[in-house]
């Protein structure tokens, strides 16, 4: 009896591995063609710039802050934008506050007793982690005080407007409101940067330390060391895997998701960098340009302009209330109820309501505020 369940067992376990195997292999054929993908969308949201393509891959990491730039400055109503800044001088408060923490940090490491003894590159290390931090405070300062220099929001929103040095004026001009500044997005990007590679760089030190401590013997103490050294391999992997795993692993389904999207046709990039169904948003003369030319942005998790979002909602419940506005036509109407399903977070109600107002509507509110304004001026003395 035990030999026929020894031999379906043999068979489950042979079915499974096979299955594993197939499915490792198809997972890592979709990683391949997900890098791939964002690699090229990462390029395409680069080439308006009309940069050398051997800055390309210099400048893929600050694309997120360029999307970020696109959502909260460039498409922000006026008071979002100074909400932005807002924000934007508080961590560089902080910024500059654990840059400060790290540096001080790190001069006390500085001071180990087995520093004078120990290999050049124990010292040289910790030397640079030193630097780092003490440039992401100063560029924290320098960003704060750049950020809080600007008077009003159009001043900030032209600073951080693209303009570019070669190209016509009535492609500036085009293209004016639509493309961040590289500049802005990397003073904004680098005091985080160099944080977090002084403190990745202050960690990879400490274990540097200890493995060569452990590997020089220094003072007979070589088992000690090597006890310290396996304990911070195991805390520091559990400590970074905390963090890390869940984000990649929830990035990675995110992608995967889109991308299986974008391989079926029914999902296609904005041209915002907000993911959306195919023909839900863009006007009649965007769409066959989006068939053409694909994805227009680059960002794998965009930040929805929740701006733009709000605006268009208390617009769109104005005009359902009846609160008409002089001097709104219908093509208006027709751009903003196109923007609202544009926007992946926008509410499907009041876009509804404006496109049934758009749809039979417009005549009668706009007779409705002509009759309400002959009513009024027979009141005025």
């Keep these: 009896m035990s030999e026929p369940l020894a031999f379906a067992s043999v068979c489950a376990g042979v079915i499974s591995l096979s299955g594993t195997i197939l499915s490792s292999s198809v997972t890592l054929s979709d990683a391949t063609e997900l890098l791939q993908a964002r690699w090229e969308m990462n390029v395409r949201?680069?080439?308006?710039?009309?940069?050398?393509?051997?800055?390309?891959?210099?400048?893929?990491p600050i694309t997120d802050t360029l999307t970020t730039l696109e959502s909260n400055v460039l498409l922000?109503?006026?008071?979002?934008?100074?909400?932005?800044?807002?924000?934007?001088?508080?961590?560089?408060?902080?910024?500059?506050?654990?840059?400060?923490?790290?540096?001080?940090?790190?001069?006390?490491?500085?001071?180990?007793?087995?520093?004078?003894?120990?290999?050049?590159?124990?010292?040289?290390?910790w030397t640079s982690t030193l630097v780092l931090a003490l440039l992401s405070a100063y560029y924290s300062f320098l960003l704060h005080h750049y950020l809080g220099g600007f008077a009003c929001a159009g001043d900030l929103r032209m600073a951080f407007?693209?303009?570019?040095?070669?190209?016509?004026?009535?492609?500036e001009e085009e293209e004016e409101g639509i493309l961040p500044s590289l500049t802005a997005a990397v003073k904004i990007w680098a005091p985080t940067y160099l944080l977090a590679l002084s403190i990745g760089c202050y960690i990879g030190t400490i274990g540097v330390y200890w493995g060569v401590a452990w590997g020089m013997d220094l003072q007979g103490r070589g088992a000690d060391s090597r006890n310290v050294f396996i304990f911070f391999i195991a805390t520091t992997t559990l400590a970074v895997a905390l963090f890390t795993v869940p984000n990649t692993v929830g990035k990675a389904l995110e992608d995967f998701a889109n991308l299986r999207g974008y391989r079926e046709g029914w999902l296609v990039h904005g041209h915002y960098g907000v993911h959306r169904r195919k023909g839900v948003a863009g006007s009649s003369g965007n769409r066959e340009e989006e068939k053409e030319e694909g994805f227009k942005s680059s960002s794998t998790i965009p930040e929805p302009p929740k701006a733009r979002v709000r605006d268009l909602e208390s617009f769109g419940a104005a005009t359902v209330k009846g609160e008409w506005m002089g001097g709104v036509d219908r093509d208006l109407l027709v751009q903003a109820a196109e923007a609202h399903q544009r926007a992946a977070v926008a509410s499907a109600n009041v876009a509804r309501e404006m496109e049934r107002v758009v749809g039979v509507g417009v005549g009668v509110k706009r007779k409705e505020e002509e009759d309400r304004r002959e009513a009024c001026e027979g009141f005025v003395i």
């Design 45 to 60: 949201r680069l080439k308006p710039y009309n940069l050398p393509k051997f800055l390309h891959p210099l400048l893929l």
């Design 76 to 125: 922000a109503s006026d008071n979002d934008l100074l909400d932005y800044r807002t924000r934007r001088m508080a961590g560089c408060s902080m910024t500059g506050v654990a840059a400060a923490l790290v540096a001080q940090v790190t001069n006390s490491s500085l001071q180990q007793e087995y520093i004078p003894t120990i290999h050049w590159i124990v010292p040289a290390l």
């Design 161 to 171: 407007t693209h303009r570019g040095l070669t190209r016509d004026r009535a492609e």
